[in-house]
């Protein structure tokens, strides 16, 4: 039967390293199993992925060395096993309650400390931690998240070319832009350019934030017409094999006043400096101290109301998160965005903001496009 797995870079043998290296944790703590249910650990450790429903559909690693296996509803047996390497599936039928079905396949495990997924949802935990005899209950995402954190060089690769497709649609739709064009229609042309560059889906909802909007960092596109006068602040990605981009420009609607230019002339040299800090052994707070002291010593610091930037990898933001109070050390492997911005309510916002990745000499750019103000 043909096998399409999560990711089709990543092979067998590195979703067998990533379990064994989940093993080894779980022996650590002198754990007995750990549970996930369907999310980006599932996809980390199976290579299938879905969004949970109504229907409890969960992987099961033990820990005393039997094979890991799916528990899956029967309608789902087909999908889950062309998507995986795992070989161990349990189904359970329509109209028969899952929880007893699920008792019968751990019958013979030892099961009293449980590692369950962080995300798992609170009416399959219920019944589960019922169905598995009330055990000792800790979050996976303690097991999961060093080594999700520190990408391979597969991964970096999959991030590196999500990148890559960003930033050529981004590049193939400027000509397009140009006053009275709405910022509805803006994501619209980004979303279908990249997914004609080779994306399998945006990333997550495009922004695209115009005028006075642009003081809003998450601002969803509305009717609303780019402007003559105005900035437009455009927040994007691309997912590539489940792995995503995450870049962000600014631009503007004919010339800029000297007050826009010299506020988006700091946020550039400030994530510039952040990029000087970004390197394997750095702290993560030393990368958004850096970008934040620059806005310091050019008055801006005050209307940068969010942390520097955040991992990148399955999901659009996971650990590290490049915030001032982290003092985690940056591991050859990481890859995170650095993204400085201000915001003056009401007027405009400016944010610039690219993925990198680290090694123990350098940096490199993932998301490469020009971080000059475009004019439009
Ligand atoms: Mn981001």
Redesign the pocket.
């Known amino acids: 039967m043909h096998v399409s797995l999560g990711s089709k870079m990543i092979s067998v043998v590195e979703y067998r390293a990533r379990c064994s290296s989940l093993l080894g944790a779980m022996q650590s703590r002198a754990l007995d199993l750990t549970v996930f249910s369907p999310g980006p650990d599932m996809l980390y450790f199976s290579g299938y992925y879905d969004s949970p429903s109504e229907r409890p559909l969960l992987f099961l690693m033990p820990a005393d060395g039997s094979d890991a296996f799916f528990f899956v509803p029967e309608l789902e047996r087909e999908h889950v096993a062309r998507s995986t390497w795992v070989g161990s599936l349990f189904d359970w039928k329509d109209g028969t309650d899952p929880w007893s079905g699920l008792r019968e396949c751990v019958r013979k495990l030892r099961i009293q400390r449980v590692a369950f997924d962080g995300s798992m949802r609170a009416d399959w935990l219920l019944p589960l931690l019922k169905a598995l005899g009330d055990p000792f209950p800790l979050d996976s995402n303690d097991l999961v998240r060093p080594l999700r954190e520190v990408k391979s060089v597969t991964e970096v690769g999959l991030l590196r070319k999500a990148g890559e497709i960003a930033g050529n649609a981004f590049g193939k739709i400027l000509p397009q832009l140009e006053a009275g064009v709405t910022e509805r229609k803006v994501a619209q042309i980004l979303e279908t350019e990249m997914l004609a560059e080779g994306a399998d889906s945006p990333a997550f909802p495009t922004i695209v934030a115009a005028g006075a909007n642009a003081s809003v960092p998450h601002h969803l596109p509305t009717t609303k017409v780019l402007k003559s006068g105005e900035p437009v602040v455009i ?1 994007f990605g691309a997912q590539f094999q489940h792995y995503n981009s ?1 870049m ?1 420009r600014t631009l503007f609607v004919g010339h800029p006043d000297n007050e826009f230019q010299t506020a988006y002339d700091a946020v550039k040299v400030a994530q510039a400096a952040g990029f000087e800090r970004a390197r394997a052994g750095s702290e993560a707070r030393a990368v958004d101290n850096a970008a934040r002291e620059s806005l310091r010593m050019n008055s801006f610091a005050e209307y940068f109301i969010h942390r520097t ?2 991992g990148i990898g399955l999901q ?1 933001h996971e650990h590290p998160y490049i915030n001032f109070s982290n003092p985690e050390k940056l591991l050859p492997g990481v890859c995170f ?1 650095i ?1 400085p911005g201000v915001y003056f309510g009401g007027k405009w916002g400016i944010r610039i ?1 690219d993925i990198v990745t680290v090694t123990d000499k350098e940096m490199e750019i993932l998301t490469p496009f020009d971080r000059e103000l475009v004019r439009l």
């Open positions: 927040d995450d962000t930037g955040h659009v965005s993204e903001e």
